[in-house]
């Protein structure tokens, strides 16, 4: 465009003789000049640069619990164990291991024996346990004195609600049988060596101040639980081979058995009163109905 202005002007000053002959050159030129100047505001815009579609990372793959939903994630490598003693043994220990399956932390708070011949222990409390973490969970049972079966709960407070451990003992017939005598001539001689000692712990201070079904869960269970849990050495409630009533179980509350069964009469060293032995075997009666004499056994099968 400058190019063509230049020899424009040029033309215009040169001298020629023909006025109109530089008129109509200069006009087209002009022409020229006009042609290209609206022709270059027509020229299409650049395209814009291609833009290559941005790529979304991959969604994160979801951490699904490795536990089936509904049950607990704690899991035990048994929920129950058994043992056969062996003579002249007196304790055992019992070890549990488990594992939290779950896809986060579970705390156990605490874990509870069902009596005080049971002594279990965390590794810590509370112990939080992190996804796929394992450990083990210890409980040592005293039976010295005792025959038969023995049967103990374990209850585990977590995060994630409770579950229930259980041991079972099977004891030897042995020398200890001796020991298990001798208890029984000092538990007659003295009604209330239940009560006293490591043993009050369990058999007086859970019940003080229930009555009914919550006296029984507190101070009886330990020794008759109706559930297949009861010790073997003592009589199952439940099975008497008697034609039992409501003074049959005041007799034995106020008085004691014949073996280990211990007075629970205050006036003779027990924990309750004449009113609350009498409310008591009312609740006996009810919770354990009579017999006739139908139902009961003969002697030979007994």
């Given at each position: ?39 270059a ?71 509870q ?18 996804p796929g ?59 209330q ?96 109905p ?13």
């Amino acid at each position: 465009m400058g190019l063509l202005l230049h020899v424009a002007l040029l033309l215009i000053f040169r001298p020629a003789r023909d006025f109109m002959k530089r008129f109509i050159f200069v006009a087209l030129l002009c022409l020229v000049a006009t042609a290209f100047f609206f022709a270059a505001q027509r020229r299409p815009a650049p395209l814009p640069a291609v833009v290559e579609p941005v790529q979304l990372p991959k969604p994160t793959t979801v951490v699904t619990p490795l536990v089936a939903p509904g049950a607990h994630p704690l899991v035990w490598d048994a929920m129950v164990k058994e043992v056969t003693t062996k003579p002249l043994q007196s304790t055992n220990q019992f070890i549990f291991w488990v594992t939290n399956t779950a896809a986060t932390n579970v705390v156990l708070n605490h874990i509870q024996p069902s009596c005080g011949c049971t002594v279990a222990r965390l590794p810590r409390e509370p112990w939080n346990m992190a996804p796929g973490e394992f450990g083990s969970v210890s409980a040592i049972i005293n039976f010295a004195g005792k025959t038969g079966r023995l049967d103990k709960l374990l209850t585990v407070y977590s995060s994630e609600g409770q579950q229930t451990l259980h041991l079972k003992v099977y004891i030897a017939f042995d020398p200890a049988e001796a020991s298990r005598q001798q208890n029984v001539m000092k538990s007659i001689a003295d009604r209330q060596a239940v009560f006293k000692g490591d043993c009050a712990s369990c058999h007086v201070e859970k019940g003080r101040g229930k009555t009914g079904e919550e006296l029984f869960a507190a101070d009886c269970t330990i020794c008759h639980q109706p559930d297949g849990h009861r010790a073997d050495m003592v009589p199952n409630l439940a099975d008497i081979n008697k034609v039992t009533s409501k003074e049959y179980w005041k007799y034995y509350l106020e008085n004691g058995g014949t073996s280990l069964m211990p007075v629970f009469l205050n006036t003779k060293g027990g924990p309750l009163t004449a009113q609350e032995i009498d409310t008591f075997a009312g609740f006996l009666n009810t919770k354990f109905p009579p017999k006739d004499s139908s139902e009961l056994k003969p002697v030979s099968q007994q």
